[in-house]
């Protein structure tokens, strides 16, 4: 655990660290020892939240369900990681000296970790450095959103053959073939310029974590990563339109954990066959096949036993006028899941109500139409475990049943641009705060008070706030 909490400080000073990411590098660093009871993921979250707990690192931004989002060090935490990661050799920072004339680099044939700012990689690369020490390179901007395009990085290959960790995600990156070279790779993350990525990437065999962004509307994965048996995360910034399977390779199973963002025509028997070990998919495209009843792609879902999170954003299209519907297999082949989010599908909202059958189901975020019409029917049933509910811009939307307050588990809603069902939010909170009164008066141990007040706890967010201020003056 010391030295996840030194490498840290690989990040600038002030960096918002994407939790999730940091996770992926201390696994593909070797920085997580997984055991037979638990995967490498859970372990590294345990270790953030360790040392979130014993105030080391700060977080930044929480997910609705009380996840770290993005976290950072203190600033003198961050000099103190800096230099003991330096001193131990962690890991190694190639930076300005004090004079700012020219770059202080430590030397490269002692080095196994090297960690840059984006500003100064240019000079960097211009002094033409070589070594096959280096396992890691990692290149963050100061500012969160800051990029830049360098020709010479195509050299990369050159500059440090064995590399095992490549962060360069604030560089716009052009393949040459030479890239492939690098085939000790377990973490990359890059930015294109291009719509697809090239057929070699299928010789990563040793890759662990695969981040791809771009701004192309879509990218098409040439590569075979079926071969990738070590991959356990494919993250794209857009809909990813993966490679069609192999016969030979339709009976084997990957490690795969996390498909983000992917086509909904990607999603073929064949693919979920493979992948069956998913626990996160994201699904970003036309919906309306994907979810037909008698021969959609969806159908291929009871491969996923273990799918613990699910997203399905709809993109429409204007001359299609197809309804889409929930399948009736929707609830029966996600029994595991934990949290869903719905984007742009139009459900009716007399749908609504099955998935409260969905007996894991602890996080429910309905954005942006998710569901269209005013009603949503009050005869509300399941839900039981439930405990934080989202609903954006669902602008028709005149009320949320009432009944929703019965739902012991619920202790979160959030109501973002949904301004005609405020009053009836509001009215859940107050039958809440009602039920806790009457379970108070009841109990008089002291130890039954604490868990009771636990659980019953409700916290009611409206935004914008001024939305809940005019409706409580009508």
């Keep these: 655990m010391k030295a996840c909490f030194l490498y840290c400080a690989v990040f600038p000073q002030d960096f918002e660290i994407p939790a999730w990411k940091l996770i992926r590098l201390w696994i593909s660093e070797g920085l997580i020892s997984s055991n037979l009871k638990s995967s490498p993921e859970d372990i590294a979250e345990y270790y953030l939240n360790d040392l979130i707990n014993r105030n080391l690192v700060i977080v930044v931004q929480k997910r609705i369900n009380g996840q770290v989002k993005t976290c950072h060090l203190h600033n003198m935490l961050h000099h103190f990681c800096k230099m003991v990661g ?44 070589s070594s096959e020490h280096v396992r890691s390179f990692l290149c963050f901007p100061r500012k969160q959103k800051e990029s ?45 310029q291009s719509n697809a990525l090239p057929t070699f990437f299928g010789k990563f065999w040793n890759l662990q974590t695969l981040i791809i962004n771009t701004k192309a509307p879509t990218i098409e994965i040439k590569a075979e990563i079926w071969n990738m048996l070590r991959l356990r995360h494919l993250h794209t910034n857009v809909p990813t339109k993966l490679p069609s399977l192999t016969t030979q390779k339709a009976y084997e199973s990957s490690f795969l954990q996390t498909l983000s963002k992917v086509l909904p ?3 073929s028997e064949d693919v979920l066959t493979w992948a069956c070990n998913l626990r996160k998919v994201s699904i970003q495209g036309q919906m309306a096949d994907f979810l037909e009843t008698d021969k959609g792609g969806f159908n291929n879902f009871q491969k996923l036993k273990c799918l613990e999170q699910l997203k399905l954003l709809n993109e429409e299209v204007r001359s299609m006028s197809k309804v889409i519907q929930l399948p009736p297999v929707f609830v029966r082949f996600l029994h595991k899941l934990k949290k869903l989010t719905l984007s742009n599908t139009r459900f009716s909202w007399s749908e609504v109500n099955s998935l409260g059958k969905l007996e894991c189901l602890e996080v429910l975020k309905l954005k942006e139409n998710a569901f269209s019409g005013t009603i949503w029917d009050s005869e509300i049933g399941g839900f ?26 619920l202790q979160d809603m959030t109501l973002e641009n949904t301004k005609k069902a405020i009053n009836s939010a509001k009215e859940i909170q107050r039958r809440k705060q009602e039920i806790h009164q009457e379970h108070m008066t009841e109990i008089k141990d002291k130890k039954k008070v604490t868990e009771t007040m636990e659980s019953f706890k409700f916290k009611l967010t409206i935004f914008p706030p001024e939305m809940a201020d005019c409706t409580s003056m009508q």
Excluded at 157 to 170: G, N, Q, T
Aim: with cysteine; proline share 3%.
């Design 86 to 129: 330096n001193n131990g050799g962690l890991f190694q920072e190639v930076c300005e000296k004090q004079d700012q004339t020219s770059l202080s680099i430590p030397v490269l044939d002692t080095s196994r970790r090297l960690c840059i700012q984006l500003s100064l990689l240019k000079d960097f690369i211009s002094t033409e450095p």
């Design 148 to 192: 830049e395009r360098l020709s010479n990085i195509q050299l990369l290959h050159k500059v440090f053959p064995l590399i095992r960790v490549l962060d360069v995600e604030s560089l716009e990156f052009s393949f040459t073939k030479c890239f492939v070279k690098l085939f000790h790779l377990r973490y990359i993350s890059i930015s294109v």
């Design 265 to 267: 025509e990607s999603c």
């Design 384 to 409: 039981s475990r439930l405990k934080y509910l989202v609903i954006k811009s669902c602008n028709k939307l005149e009320a949320v049943p009432v009944e929703l307050a019965d739902v012991r588990a």
